[in-house]
């Protein structure tokens, strides 16, 4: 599989260049040159198999050329073995022909888990085949630095350093970074806030003199195509066990960057039956705005009861756009220019807009409303809702088209990490599952630096691998 930039002027790549590059050099992100199609016929013979084995369906074709295929299946069968409930992506029924994907049976308790356990190790595979080393960078709020961690813990060619805001995160989240065993892994605590981590971090991408020998700094974030590829796969999972795919699905996805949905959009490309796609924001709701009013603006962040999902801008919409602007990259590099520059609200063009709209539908929930409904659906079911998740169950109903269709919303975390929500909701924290009842007694290892880059830079290159 080749891969090309978004915004056309960048050399196409292979799966391994793209695994160890992040952004395109023009500025752009990395999507699939041709996309897998499959009939209905193909995706029926799929329905039996083990998530680890339909994993393999779904991913092989992606990283073909790269990754041998026993090999992806071997990495696959050790990620999807490694998950705490046997089904690795188990469906919740919450009403009549309404359910919950759960997708928070990993190591660490979130979505993030799927695509970051596989993605640890399919780098650690090509390094060692290319006999390279990489040093992964990343600031966290939460959810996506204990994941990284967690996926890269056991790899032998990478070094991860993970920042932080000292004090600004909550303790799960935090001992599930800090508590992770390993040499190669560094939790760095900077004295600032989450903006100023995401600064230096940014800063490092531009300018990585600071490193040891031919290093090179990873993303991991969502930017990354190894990210969205995982994710394609429960979309699948979860329609073969409700009927698909001779029945199409509904599903509401809580979303900040547009990478989970843009997974279940390349579900749908791939021929699964897809009836409708729920855009699910919390009042960082750019991506709402721009649907429902065709006015993209970027608002200051807020920080909300969702942490996950606050984001300004969202990155992986880019990769959608592409499509919508007919592949065109000159264009699209025009139009990216317009929405990056923050100044003018920018509109894209109505018959573009009008193709997403008949392929998503949007909807921004409020803190209130967030709260609402894990109260609501714990009346009904019994069954606690995370914040996010909650989001999702909102948009689902508000925005859906046909009450015989399934609909899915993405459980995209367990409720034990998001305390503020839970507490505010009335209820009572509920227990950590048994891999992690011990996480509160576990020895913690961390760094306190100052915000200040040139003390990080320093730092990685003492404790980088010789
Ligand atoms: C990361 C995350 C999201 C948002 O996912 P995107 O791919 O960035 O849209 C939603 N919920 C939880 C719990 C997350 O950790």
Known sequence: MKYISTRGNAPELTFEEVLLT???EDGGLYVPKDVPQYTLAEIESWRDLPYAELAHKVIYPFVEGSVDSEALQTILNEVYGGFAHKAVAPLQ????NEYVLELFHGPTLAFKDFALQTLGRLLDYVLERRHEKVVIMGATSGDTGSAAIEGTKACKNVDIFILHPHGKVSEVQR????????????????EGNFDQAQDMVKASFGNQGFLKGERKLVAVNSINWARIMSQIVYYFYSSLNLGGP?????YSV????????????MAKKMGLPIDQLVIATNSNDVLHRLMSKNQYEVHPLQHTITPS???AVSSNFERLLFDLYDRDGAAL???????????????LDEEKLAKARVLFDSFAVSEDDTVKVMQDVFAETGYLLDPHTAIGVKAARETRRNNNIPMITLGTAHPVKFEDAVKRAGFDMPNLPHHLTDLMDREERLDVLPADLEAVHKFIAQKTFK
């Open 246 to 250: 001779l029945r199409p699905m509904a």
């Open 93 to 96: 029924q919450i009403d009549h």
């Open 22 to 24: 992040g952004l395109a």
């Open 309 to 311: 999902m606050d984001i």
């Open 254 to 265: 809580p979303t900040g960057n547009f990478g989970d949905i843009f997974a279940g959009y």
């Open 333 to 347: 590099a025009e139009l990216m220019g317009r929405m990056n520059a923050k100044k003018d609200v920018v509109s």
């Open 175 to 190: 001992r599930q970074m800090t508590t992770v065993k390993g040499d190669n892994i560094f939790n760095i605590a900077i």
